[in-house]
């Protein structure tokens, strides 16, 4: 047997049906280490890196292939499987008759190579030939390493029945809660369940989400960055035909996605490969909610296993008990500075170890450093500079607002076929409707958070949106009851301030009300001056009557949680 190295990615396409071919001989479902896969990554991944693909020869025949890149660090470089950290585990393609003495002779010949190395061996599980070998040659040569593991929870769903299964892992009050909280999202507007197809929705939607995020989150989010973007882009756009299939897993309301799940389905494993939702939807479990969808989906396809990728969040051990472990191989050069720069490697990852192996500190460094990130993020300062402004503004212009909004005098009731006899609507004023799928905007323009405005919609809420010609806008909020509506709470978009008077939008908001065939409507005048309202048709509520409001369920539904 002998080695031979290859360097360019032409020559290693000439090898790609013989890789092909050994991949499926030793029966591997890592979709990592397939060749359409990792060749993929090197066409968007090859600037300042350097192609080192070893070819295992028996005679003319191809027996084995490791796919390796090297990595130029200054002083050292650095060996990686191709793929690097985009690559959640990998496999050393050696059919299995050769395996034992291939494995020495692979090693036997990075180790001697002349020059600084570190070698970075990503991903081979715990229980595969490869890592056993591996820490073997390691021990017996008395070359120094280090080794950590993340663990990748399964579910091993071959002939499992769907409901069956979900019902046996988690408890009735489990699944009452998660079904609450998919008929509160219901409520939000139109939801729908779909995978991903160019021809109906944007791949650009996707890594926004992915991005807003990772605003509030310690880690990499290249997922949506530069050339590993594109990369992923592309597997899901291309009109290639790969081995593998790239699902992507979405949840729409009113079509636009608040949650994905982006994974891989190979020989029959499917794994789970990156998954985000809208933080603005947070209080419903958006991404719970796919999850299970995305699992049920599975399970219906006849999927053998269920990969939840690495990491031991807790959303995973929650669906199954099932687990192994993908290591990850540290280990030097034979020069002296290779084992200097090995023992820098190895004092920070011991002591980032540490730190995890406790939990509650870990937990909370991570939370810490999370809020500190957003806090300091482009987004977070331009909202509270805006929050900022618009409260000074508030505060100088009403400073008595906190006590008069608070009057029982403040409620009034309006007959609305009168009110349409007398008022008519002005040209240049659109009137129209929000959705819960334009949450973002309106906590941008209005300053609420999003939990509230969310049980706002769920409580089956209106909120009406009056534009004049100049593009202010202000938004309504309605309560909805069979016999009458309330309008409980108005405001302008904060980009126009606090000074406009809301009369000419409410009027066309109550003309909008009387269309939808709502005879009576209720109003809280709290920033209407009373002299610029007709007492005809605005009647001021006497107090049992905003004891009603306040005390009788039928009235109730307007107040706040």
Not at 15 to 24: D, N, S, T
Not at 172 to 199: A, Q
Not at 314 to 326: I, L, N
Not at 369 to 377: D, E, N, Q, R, T
Request: aromatic fraction near 16%; hydrophobic fraction near 40%.
């Amino acid at each position: 047997m002998r080695i031979h190295v290859i360097d360019t990615i032409e020559e290693l396409e000439e090898y790609k049906g013989a890789w092909k071919e050994i991949f499926y001989s030793i029966g591997s479902d890592i979709v990592f280490s397939h060749p359409d896969w990792l060749m993929k990554w090197w066409r968007y991944h090859e600037k300042g890196r350097e192609l080192f693909v070893l070819l295992l020869l028996d005679e003319e025949d191809v027996v084995g292939i490791v796919p390796l890149v090297k990595i130029s660090r200054g002083l050292y470089k650095e060996i990686c499987f191709l793929g690097e950290a985009k690559a959640s585990y990998m496999d050393m393609l050696i059919l299995h008759p050769f395996r034992q003495r291939g494995m020495d002779m692979v090693l036997d010949f990075l180790y001697n190579m002349k020059g600084n190395y570190i070698f970075n061996l990503k991903g081979l599980f715990i229980d595969d030939d490869f890592s056993i070998l591996l820490e073997d040659y390691l021990y017996e040569r008395d070359i120094p390493y280090y080794t950590y593991y993340l663990e990748v929870s399964y579910i091993q769903a071959k002939a499992l029945d769907f409901e069956e299964y979900y019902k046996k892992r988690f408890s009735r009050s489990t699944i009452k809660t998660m079904r609450k909280k998919e008929r509160r999202l219901n409520k939000l507007g139109e939801v729908s369940f779909e995978l991903f197809h160019k021809t109906r929705h944007d791949i650009e939607d996707i890594f926004k989400l992915h991005d807003k995020r990772w605003t509030r989150k310690v880690g990499s989010s290249a997922f949506s960055r530069g050339s590993t973007k594109e990369f992923f882009k592309e597997l899901a756009l291309s009109e290639d035909k790969f081995d593998f299939n790239i699902p992507v897993y979405l949840i729409l309301l009113n079509g636009k996605i608040i949650a994905f799940a982006y994974g891989f389905e190979l020989g029959g494993k499917y794994t789970s490969y990156r998954v985000a939702h809208d933080d603005d939807f947070g209080m419903l479990s958006p991404g719970q909610i796919l999850l299970k969808h995305e699992i049920k989906h599975c399970f219906e396809q006849g999927i053998d296993m269920f990969d939840f990728g690495v990491g031991s969040e807790p959303y995973k051990t929650a669906w199954t008990d099932e687990a192994t472990y993908a290591n990850t191989y540290i280990f030097p050069g034979k020069t002296f500075i290779s084992k200097s720069i090995y023992r820098l490697f190895y004092m920070k990852l011991y002591l980032k170890k540490k730190i995890k192996e406790k939990d509650r500190l870990y937990t909370s460094i991570i939370k810490t450093l999370g809020h500190i990130k957003y806090a300091f993020s482009r987004e977070n300062l331009a909202y509270a500079s805006k929050k900022i402004r618009y409260w000074c503004t508030h505060i100088i212009r009403f400073p008595l607002s906190p006590i008069y909004t608070k009057s029982v005098h403040s409620m009034f009731r309006v007959e609305l076929n009168r009110f349409v006899a007398r008022y008519k609507r002005v040209d240049g004023y659109e009137v129209g409707k929000a959705w819960a799928a334009d949450l973002s905007l309106m906590v941008e323009k209005s300053l609420l958070r999003p939990d509230r405005i969310c049980r706002r919609f769920i409580k089956n809420d209106r909120c009406i949106l009056v534009k004049d010609g100049e593009g202010a806008t202000c938004y309504i909020w309605v309560a909805t009851s069979p016999s009458s509506w309330v309008i409980y709470d108005y405001y302008m978009d904060t980009d126009y301030g606090k000074g406009h008077c809301y009369i000419s939008y409410l009027i066309h908001a109550l003309i909008y009300i009387r269309h939808m065939g709502v005879s009576v409507c209720y109003l809280n005048g709290k920033d209407l001056p009373s002299t610029a309202l007709d007492r005809d048709i605005f009647k001021p509520l006497w107090t049992l009557e905003v004891y009603r409001f306040l005390f009788f369920k039928r009235y109730r539904i307007w107040s706040e949680f």
